[in-house]
Nanobody, 120 residues
């Protein structure tokens, strides 16, 4: 199983960015997926967690209304709007058969991370 996240970059405050996470070797129809981020000097935090079958997604309070997670075939997306400097971080995607493992950041499979930098 491999996850590859990409799409990060340098943007200005208020801009939008869409991250992608390509998944191989795992059927996403039966897997929970999540996006996480780790800012410099801070602990990793969960941004969104999507269930395997119903697609119900839970979001970090700070990104509600600005970020949206979706998936299509073997790719998971994170649409980020109204970006703020405090959103600057390395963003990771993860997948697991159990939703609870994603929520607990114990996902079995992780991507390598993509850096998002938001300038003020």
């Amino acid at each position: 199983v491999q996850l590859q996240a990409f799409g990060g970059g340098l943007v200005q405050s208020g801009a939008s960015l869409k991250l992608s996470c390509e998944v191989s070797g795992l059927n996403l129809d039966y897997s929970a997926v999540g996006w996480f981020r780790q800012a410099p000097g801070k602990e990793r935090e969960g941004i969104s967690c999507m269930g395997p079958s119903d697609g119900i997604t839970h979001y970090l309070e700070d990104v509600k209304g600005r970020f949206t997670t979706s998936r299509a075939r073997n790719t998971v997306y994170l649409q980020m709007n109204s970006l703020r400097p405090e959103d600057t971080a390395v963003y990771y995607c993860a997948a697991d058969r159990l939703f609870s493992n994603i929520v607990a950041q114990r996902g079995a499979y992780w991507g390598q991370g993509t850096l998002v930098t938001v300038s003020s």
